[in-house]
């Protein structure tokens, strides 16, 4: 399928690393300009580094702590005084803070609020002008399988990426004259660092080994394998193409068949 990418320019966020690294490298491979960013730079560099070797690459790497409004700020001018502006965003984040609701202070749920929620508000309002402006634009958040069904203890992710949700639908209708489209997707269990840490912490709780866990998790995928970044990559892909101009404020889940409601 012809994507209609080459040439966009796409900002992903939170992309040194996981799923956000996967969705950089295949827009990258669609011939898009991509400005990656991550609170490390270490981490930066080298996912630069990676990228920079496929061939017809495009792309440059701004850190950006998502947390922090000031770098939030700094990002949208640095990619202002590069590119003018975006036709893409992928708003992806760290995972929020694992838990039980007992075990989560204010501090965890105001770090929260700001990673899941007010991150992609920022970048939103910064960023939109430009979509507006050339009468099309693509807006993709990350969310997870929790917008579907509570995960015991991910409550952080929980509320804040249902939130998110409901802000990408209230937008999709609001920008659809603008030609601009607001979809979310929402991974199952997908092989990264998140998970393996996740699994790490699981494995302590319950006396298993972290094998053990991610054993039970393939058996609860009707797949029978957990994702890569690149199934999650995918959908992005397609969502941002020309193809996908006529689909605004959805969830599209990538889990394998994890889900079990009907939508
Ligand atoms: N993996 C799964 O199974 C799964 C399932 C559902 C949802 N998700 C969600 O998908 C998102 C990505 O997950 P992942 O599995 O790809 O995680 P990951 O492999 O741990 O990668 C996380 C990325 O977030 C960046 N990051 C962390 N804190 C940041 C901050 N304050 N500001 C900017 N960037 C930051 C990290 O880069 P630096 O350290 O360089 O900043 C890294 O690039 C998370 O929100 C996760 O909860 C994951």
């Known amino acids: 399928m012809e994507t209609g990418l080459r040439n966009k320019t796409a900002l992903v966020t939170a992309a040194s690393k996981g799923i956000g690294k996967g969705c950089a490298a295949a827009l990258i491979k669609e011939g898009c300009r991509v400005i990656i960013s991550s609170s490390n ?5 080298y996912a630069l580094k990676e990228f920079s070797a496929i061939p017809g690459a495009q792309v440059h790497a701004v850190k950006c702590d998502l947390n922090l409004k000031s ?3 700094n990002l949208y001018e640095q990619v202002k005084s590069l590119y003018g502006g975006i036709d893409i965003l992928v708003n992806n984040c760290g995972g929020p803070h694992p838990g039980f ?3 989560l202070g204010e501090d965890k749920w105001d770090y929260a609020y700001d990673q ?3 991150g992609p508000v920022r970048l939103i309002k910064l960023f939109l002008p430009s979509m507006k402006q050339k009468k099309w634009g693509r807006i993709i958040n990350i969310t997870s399988l929790s917008v579907f069904q509570p995960i015991d203890n991910l409550i952080l992710s929980n509320t804040f990426r249902t939130g998110l949700t409901a802000l990408a639908k209230t937008l999709s209708n609001r920008f659809a004259a603008n ?3 607001v979809n979310n997707v929402a991974p199952g269990y997908v092989l990264t660092q998140r998970i393996k840490e996740l699994a790490e912490n699981k494995a302590k709780v319950t006396g ?3 094998e053990q866990i991610f054993e039970k998790m393939k058996s609860e995928i009707p797949m029978q394998r957990i994702g890569q970044p690149e199934d999650i990559a995918n959908a992005v892909v397609f969502l941002a193409s020309e193809g996908a101009s006529y ?3 959805n969830t599209i889940h990538v889990d394998g068949g994890r889900v079990v409601s009907y939508f």
């Open 208 to 210: 298993e080994t972290a």
């Open 116 to 118: 899941v929620l007010m």
């Open 101 to 103: 609701f007992e075990e």
């Open 247 to 249: 689909i605004t404020g």
């Open 41 to 45: 730079a270490k981490n930066l560099e």
């Open 179 to 181: 030609n601009i489209t």
């Open 71 to 73: 770098d939030i700020q």
